[in-house]
């Protein structure tokens, strides 16, 4: 069956990897970070029969090679696929599984409709990442893991540590830990994409490091991500801004990339102490 580019649908065929995303949204943890495919960590499958296992939520099926995996690792499914011909054939491929076919737009399937613990897989397009991980992360009914193939730039973004973080890496470790899984070359694609992909793991956190309000600051500061921060929040006088810098251990010198959660609502507080209207 063609691949629709419209809909950013490039179709993974390698076994190996595939088991390795159900095996990851199972709960077992990548043993190494290494780039080989060839080198994927595989977990014995007696540690997966062993366990209690929930519903697994599939993005994007596409032919279903992940859905079988899925199925292998599941006691049960549900695919969305927003591609009306994929989702009418998908079932009759897997006869007599417990598989329940959505066709729908991810971005509009209702997650509270879930009654039960769940985890999530799927192999996304690249073009939708970050609507989807914030839906997840942000749901009120949040999966217990969320295991994704997506661009490998973007995966290494949301992972960024100290020194090279981003909104975008703030905004989901704020409300999820974070690993990295195996990179995964664009060769093992039909068609090939233009670039490499990476599993992603989260798993979303009880509660958020900081509250929602903390992100007016940090967008702020990152105006000019290249900049000083202390020249991109302004409203105050530098001397100003110098003194509630040292207060709180950030460099003058400071870009916004080189502070954490912490960092931020710690400056923020200090902010609004010394001026009620920041804002």
Known sequence: MKNNKSLGQHWLYNRQILDD?????????????????????KSPKTALEERVRPLCLEIGPGLGTLTSSLLRVFPRVISVEFDQRLAENLPKSFPGKNLEVVNQDFLKFDLESI??????????????TSPII?????????????????????????????????????????RASVTLGPVVGREFFTPPPDVDSE?????????????????????????????????????????????????????????????????????????????????
């Open 134 to 174: 914030k839906k997840l992360i942000e749901a009120k009914n949040q999966p217990l893991r969320i295991v994704l193939l997506i661009q490998k730039e973007v995966a290494e973004r949301i992972a960024a540590k100290k020194g090279r973080h981003t909104v975008l890496s703030l905004s989901v470790q704020n």
């Open 199 to 279: 599993i992603i793991i989260l798993e979303p956190l009880s509660a958020p490091i900081v509250p929602d309000q903390i992100f007016s600051i940090i967008k702020r500061g990152f105006s000019a991500p290249r900049k000083k921060l202390i020249k991109n929040i302004g409203q105050l006088r530098t001397s100003d801004l110098q003194a509630i810098f040292s207060r709180i251990g950030i460099s003058a010198d400071a870009r916004p990339a080189d502070l954490d959660l912490v960092d931020w609502e710690k400056l923020y507080q200090e902010l609004f102490s010394s001026c009620q209207n920041y804002s």
């Open 115 to 128: 009654d039960e613990p769940y985890v999530v897989a799927g192999n996304i397009p690249y073009y939708i």
């Open 21 to 41: 995303i159900a095996d990851f949204a199972a709960g077992n943890t990548p043993e190494t970070l290494e780039n080989s495919p060839a080198k994927l960590p």
